[in-house]
């Protein structure tokens, strides 16, 4: 089906067109965000880890100088980051939800495994503590992130926690401006790749030349997808709906592909493809027209033309003119822009009515449409079921990842627009699907089992323990050497006493030595620097 609207839905979001605007050049800003975050959850991981068994072995542990500055600053990094994603990347934040309804039920099996190990220091140091306020808070913070976590599924909602006899059809897959991963974007070889995948249709940003001719690109300018700064370097600012046709025609529109690289593809291609792709030219929609017709659906966004363009009031007109004389099936294309939409149905009947915009059902009858075309973070499950029921049916984009594709399939989505087509085409089944039932059973049994492994840590940390935490570390050591030789009791006896002295301590303290016949007590009192030594001599 071929959609026709107005406004970008691309996967280089306003603040990337913005950083390319001001920097001249094109960078996936992700990929540094992403290792600098990798490198300081790794750092900040492994001296958690270094604590952990430094607890679990009764030590202290201290913290080289360069180890606390290196905590500073990647806290520091981490609050400017996570600042700076707010502003730049606030429409992300809601694939938060989404990811967890993939990821919930196994986020909160691992989370409870961790937990649950964690019981052997949280009860080592509960047998330790000799207060029984300290035992209290200790014992009563674990306690209760324990049943945080036993309780956790009562909160997890995931589509794809279902029967699967309700699941249905998969998602149509249509190309988004063609197969950008396999050839330049809003080219014709990129429509023939998508055209050779057998997907469901493909979709296209259209802007009108100076001249009157539809062509396909979704900047506003050309810098980025075309050597528009070789060619015309003096108009390489100009908004492309500016140029004659004469003029772009001129233009390479695959070199950028193989040189950005994008999507870390390029590399991948065949010789011939590669040769191919480095010579694309800038494309007519009459003649991807021409290749899609007979096979594939469309989807066409527009790009909004400046004030002062000879074809700002008409280049709809001109547009729905090369859709129809181009061949293709009145019924496979979705209209979408309000304007002009009543003419729309008088000259093209058979064009199928779509929305951009969120909307209540009997608001979308009212106005007559029967599709709506959105970004998958603006739906819910709720709203999918709620619109299918009323027969509107729904095409969201812009999908790449199997995963998030597998979430949208449970949710009963009829259709996603995707870079990654030749990926998704091969996703035979949703990556998981749970019926409630097997969901419930896992996570009472996880419970169950992690239940009883802490109670009985437990147990045997106080047994092991908790005989030991009376003693100070003079007579567990001195409990040690009950067997070792008197010579050997005797020196350590004499070290304790030189401790006792350094200390300032005041008071007797009664050992117990052992002699080869037996068991005698000897009471040892504090004496002067030089009797001590006089006595030793």
């Known amino acids: 089906m071929a959609a026709v609207g107005n406004g970008t839905s691309g996967h280089m979001t306003i603040q990337q067109r913005f950083l390319y605007n001001r920097m001249g050049y094109w960078s996936d800003w992700s990929i540094p965000i992403l290792i600098t975050t990798a490198a300081g959850f790794t750092y900040v991981t492994a001296l958690l880890i270094l604590a952990l068994c430094h607890i679990a072995v009764g030590q202290q542990m201290n913290l080289h100088w360069l180890h606390k500055i290196g905590l500073i600053v990647t806290l520091i990094a981490t609050v400017i980051t996570m600042s700076s994603i707010a502003q730049l990347w606030d429409d992300e934040w809601e694939m938060v939800v989404i990811s967890l309804q993939a990821t919930a039920p196994f986020l909160h099996i691992g989370a409870l495994a961790a937990v649950t190990a964690l019981s052997w220091l949280i009860a080592g140091q509960f047998a330790r503590t000799e207060k029984a306020t300290s035992q209290m808070l200790t014992f009563t913070a674990y306690f209760a992130v324990v049943v945080a976590l036993y309780l956790v599924p009562l909160t997890i909602s995931s589509p794809c926690i279902m029967e699967k006899k309700d699941l249905g059809p998969k998602p149509a897959i249509i190309g988004h401006r063609g197969a950008p991963m396999l050839a330049p974007e809003n080219t014709l070889m990129s429509f023939q790749k998508a055209v050779e995948q057998k997907i469901y249709g493909v979709q296209a940003d259209v802007v009108i030349s100076y001249d009157g001719v539809p062509f396909l690109m979704h900047d506003e300018t050309l810098r980025r997808t075309t ?26 529109a695959g070199g950028w592909f193989l040189k950005d690289d994008p999507f870390w593809t390029a590399g991948a291609l065949s010789a011939s493809d590669y040769v191919e792709a480095g010579n694309q030219s800038v494309c007519k929609l009459e003649d991807m027209l021409q290749i899609i017709k007979d096979n594939t659906s469309l989807i066409l966004n527009f790009q909004n033309l400046p004030p002062d363009h000879p074809y700002h009031s008409t280049y709809i007109n001109i547009t729905l003119e090369t859709i129809l004389m181009s061949g293709i099936q009145q019924q496979a294309v979705m209209w979408m822009p309000d304007m002009e939409r009543q003419l729309v149905r008088q000259i093209a009947p058979g064009f199928q009515q779509t929305s951009g915009i969120k909307a209540g059902v009997e608001r979308l009858r009212e106005k007559g449409i029967k599709k709506l075309n959105l970004r998958y973070t603006k739906v819910t499950s709720e709203d999918i079921r709620e619109y299918a029921t009323a027969n509107l049916s729904t095409n969201l984009y812009t999908v790449n990842e199997p995963w998030l594709y597998s979430i949208l399939w449970c949710a009963g989505v ?46 045997f940390q106080k047994w092991r323990l908790g005989s030991i935490r009376t003693y100070n570390p003079e007579q567990i050591m001195l409990s040690a050497a009950v067997r070792r030789s008197s010579r050997d009791v ?25 002699s080869e016949n037996g068991y005698s007590n000897e009471v040892v009192t504090p004496m002067d620097h030089r009797d001590m030594k006089l006595r030793m001599d």
């Open 490 to 514: 005797k020196i350590m006896k004499e070290k304790l006493i030189f401790s006792e002295i350094n200390n300032g301590g005041e008071n007797t303290d009664e050992l117990s030595l052992c």
């Open 414 to 459: 009829q259709s996603v627009t995707s870079d990654s087509s030749h990926i998704l085409s091969k996703v035979p089944f949703p990556i998981w699907i749970l019926p409630p039932d097997e969901y419930c059973l896992i996570w009472i049994t996880s419970d169950i089992i992690s239940f009883t492994i802490i109670v009985g840590v437990f147990i």
């Open 227 to 252: 050597n528009v700064e070789e060619v015309f370097p003096e108009l390489a600012y100009k908004q492309s709906s500016m140029f004659n046709w004469t003029d772009l025609e001129k233009l390479n």
